[in-house]
Protein backbone atom coordinates (compact mmCIF):
# COMPACT_ATOMS: atom_id res chain seq x y z
CA UNK A 1 0.00 0.00 0.00
CA UNK A 2 1.03 3.71 -0.51
CA UNK A 3 -0.84 6.86 0.24
CA UNK A 4 0.40 10.37 -0.54
CA UNK A 5 -1.07 13.40 0.58
CA UNK A 6 -0.58 17.03 -0.90
CA UNK A 7 -2.09 20.30 -0.25
CA UNK A 8 -0.76 21.57 2.59
CA UNK A 9 1.03 24.89 3.16
CA UNK A 10 0.66 28.35 5.50
CA UNK A 11 -2.29 29.79 5.19
CA UNK A 12 -4.08 32.54 7.33
CA UNK A 13 -6.49 31.99 10.27
CA UNK A 14 -10.37 32.19 8.09
CA UNK A 15 -8.21 30.67 4.61
CA UNK A 16 -9.16 27.76 3.00
CA UNK A 17 -6.87 24.55 1.74
CA UNK A 18 -7.78 21.66 0.07
CA UNK A 19 -5.80 18.53 0.68
CA UNK A 20 -5.48 15.31 -1.38
CA UNK A 21 -4.62 11.78 -1.29
CA UNK A 22 -3.69 9.11 -3.72
CA UNK A 23 -3.93 5.27 -2.21
CA UNK A 24 -2.32 2.36 -4.46
CA UNK A 25 -1.76 -1.12 -3.62
CA UNK A 26 -5.53 -1.58 -2.25
CA UNK A 27 -8.75 -2.00 -3.41
CA UNK A 28 -9.49 1.85 -2.87
CA UNK A 29 -13.12 1.22 -3.89
CA UNK A 30 -13.49 -1.17 -0.73
CA UNK A 31 -12.22 0.79 2.01
CA UNK A 32 -13.65 3.15 3.75
CA UNK A 33 -11.11 5.86 4.46
CA UNK A 34 -10.33 8.83 6.13
CA UNK A 35 -7.94 11.85 7.26
CA UNK A 36 -6.56 12.05 10.15
CA UNK A 37 -3.96 15.40 11.80
CA UNK A 38 -1.35 15.35 14.60
CA UNK A 39 -0.76 18.77 15.99
CA UNK A 40 2.30 19.15 17.87
CA UNK A 41 2.91 17.55 20.63
CA UNK A 42 -0.04 16.18 20.61
CA UNK A 43 -1.80 12.74 19.81
CA UNK A 44 -3.15 11.96 16.53
CA UNK A 45 -6.85 12.35 15.68
CA UNK A 46 -9.20 11.30 13.21
CA UNK A 47 -10.57 14.43 11.79
CA UNK A 48 -13.21 13.24 8.98
CA UNK A 49 -13.90 10.18 7.22
CA UNK A 50 -16.32 8.42 4.23
CA UNK A 51 -17.51 5.28 3.56
CA UNK A 52 -17.90 3.26 0.71
CA UNK A 53 -21.17 4.49 0.23
CA UNK A 54 -20.28 7.81 1.02
CA UNK A 55 -21.83 8.10 4.03
CA UNK A 56 -19.26 10.56 6.27
CA UNK A 57 -18.62 11.51 9.60
CA UNK A 58 -16.09 14.66 11.04
CA UNK A 59 -14.73 15.26 14.16
CA UNK A 60 -16.88 17.77 16.21
CA UNK A 61 -14.36 20.58 15.78
CA UNK A 62 -13.98 20.98 12.21
CA UNK A 63 -17.93 19.94 11.33
CA UNK A 64 -19.46 22.53 8.90
CA UNK A 65 -16.01 23.42 7.87
CA UNK A 66 -14.46 20.57 6.56
CA UNK A 67 -16.12 18.64 3.89
CA UNK A 68 -14.21 15.05 2.90
CA UNK A 69 -15.19 13.87 -0.40
CA UNK A 70 -13.41 10.54 -2.72
CA UNK A 71 -12.94 9.52 -6.51
CA UNK A 72 -12.76 5.87 -6.40
CA UNK A 73 -11.50 6.36 -10.28
CA UNK A 74 -8.70 8.62 -9.67
CA UNK A 75 -8.46 6.23 -6.11
CA UNK A 76 -8.27 9.96 -4.48
CA UNK A 77 -9.89 10.80 -1.02
CA UNK A 78 -9.66 15.28 -0.36
CA UNK A 79 -10.40 16.82 2.54
CA UNK A 80 -11.77 20.84 1.73
CA UNK A 81 -10.87 22.99 4.80
CA UNK A 82 -12.74 26.27 4.87
CA UNK A 83 -12.96 28.40 8.38
CA UNK A 84 -9.24 27.29 9.26
CA UNK A 85 -8.47 28.12 12.70
CA UNK A 86 -4.81 28.08 14.53
CA UNK A 87 -5.98 25.02 16.19
CA UNK A 88 -6.02 23.14 12.78
CA UNK A 89 -2.27 23.42 12.74
CA UNK A 90 -0.69 19.69 11.94
CA UNK A 91 0.38 17.01 9.56
CA UNK A 92 -2.39 15.59 7.81
CA UNK A 93 -2.46 11.86 6.79
CA UNK A 94 -5.01 9.85 4.77
CA UNK A 95 -5.47 6.36 5.70
CA UNK A 96 -8.06 3.57 6.31
CA UNK A 97 -10.97 3.38 8.22
CA UNK A 98 -13.38 1.03 9.87
CA UNK A 99 -17.39 1.68 10.48
CA UNK A 100 -19.26 -0.32 12.42
CA UNK A 101 -22.79 1.15 11.98
CA UNK A 102 -22.78 4.55 13.55
CA UNK A 103 -19.49 4.42 15.11
CA UNK A 104 -16.33 4.90 13.46
CA UNK A 105 -12.72 3.57 13.95
CA UNK A 106 -9.34 4.05 13.19
CA UNK A 107 -8.54 0.93 10.08
CA UNK A 108 -4.90 0.97 11.22
CA UNK A 109 -2.78 1.25 14.27
CA UNK A 110 -0.24 4.07 15.15
CA UNK A 111 2.44 1.06 13.86
CA UNK A 112 1.55 0.80 10.84
CA UNK A 113 2.50 1.93 7.18
CA UNK A 114 1.16 5.75 7.27
CA UNK A 115 2.84 7.03 3.97
CA UNK A 116 3.45 10.75 3.12
CA UNK A 117 1.64 13.24 5.29
CA UNK A 118 0.98 17.05 4.50
CA UNK A 119 1.82 20.15 6.62
CA UNK A 120 -0.97 22.70 7.37
CA UNK A 121 0.03 25.18 9.45
CA UNK A 122 -2.60 28.22 10.17
CA UNK A 123 -1.24 31.86 10.98
CA UNK A 124 -2.74 34.56 12.44
Known amino acids: VQLQASGGGLVQAGGSLRLSCVAS????????MGWYRQAPGKQRVMVAA???????KYLDVVEGRFTIARDNAKNTVDLQMNSLKLEDTAVYHC???????????????????WGQGTLVTVSS
Open 95 to 113: NRVTRSGTRWYWGVSEDDY
Open 25 to 32: GIPFSQYA
Open 50 to 56: IDTDDTT
